[in-house]
Each structure stands twice: as C-alpha cells, then as structure tokens.
C-alpha cells in the first residue's frame, strides 16, 4: 500500500512557476513508477509526467514538455513537478499517482495512463490567471 499527499498548489499569473511535491508513505519507494496528471473542471483526467526506476526514464506530456520537469528524491520518499512558465490551460487539479515498477508497459519508459495506476492522491489546485 502507498498513500500519497500532494502540496504546493496555489494561485499564480501566466508566466509564474510553481513546484508541488508529492510524499509518499511506501516502505519501497524506489520500487514505484511515480506519476502526475491533472484534471480540469468539465475534462477527462489527463497524465501529465511518470518517471520510473532511478530517473532516468522520464515521459512528458507533448503540452508541457519542456516547461515541466518532473524529479524524485527517493531518500525523501517524495517526487517534485516543477512548472515554468504556466499557461492558463494549465489550471486544474494535480494528483499524484503510483504504480508497480515492474507494470508491464511496452518499454523502458513508463505510460500516462491513469488506469495503469492504482495509488492516488487527493489532488491539489493549480490555477493560473491570464
């Protein structure tokens, strides 16, 4: 079992950076794929980053690659989503999610299917002005 908490949400202005932080209470951290997704009011839940195993394999959605950066510290049992330059249509509520490293996905990286994870957080509120 793994119980996740999510913190660092708030209200910012486009163009602003936001970092939340994931904890997690697995005696085996480092033997989950961890993952952030998001969901906006009206739309389906959508995954935004995974990483799996040490970090190196790290998978971005295509609308924010390159403006968020997903990291874990395993020591701290805690994973980060650090979010540059925000966009409006980045407002939504952000869960953090957990999944079996050894999930059987098609390769090395791991997917952004929520389906795929089964440990969730309860969400925190990201919402960015225009």
């Known amino acids: 079992q793994v119980q996740l908490v999510e913190s660092g949400g708030g209200l910012v202005q486009a163009g602003d950076s936001l970092r939340l932080t994931c904890a997690a209470s697995?005696?085996?951290?480092?033997?989950?794929?961890m993952g952030w997704f998001r969901q906006a009011p009206g739309k389906e839940r959508e995954g935004v980053s995974c990483?799996?195993?040490?970090?190196?394999?790290?998978n971005y959605a295509n609308s924010v690659r390159g403006r968020f950066t997903l990291s874990r510290d395993i020591a701290k049992s805690t994973v980060y989503l650090q979010m540059k330059n925000l966009k409006p249509e980045d407002t939504a509520v952000y869960y953090c999610?957990?999944?079996?490293?050894?999930?059987?996905?098609?390769?090395?990286?791991?997917?952004?299917?929520?389906?795929?994870?089964?440990?969730w957080g309860q969400g925190t509120q990201v919402t960015v002005s225009s």
């Open positions: 990483i799996r195993g040490s970090g190196v394999n790290i």
């Open positions: 697995a005696r085996t951290f480092g033997s989950y794929a």
């Open positions: 999610a957990a999944a079996d490293n050894a999930h059987p996905w098609l390769g090395i990286m791991c997917e952004l299917k929520s389906t795929d994870y089964p440990y």
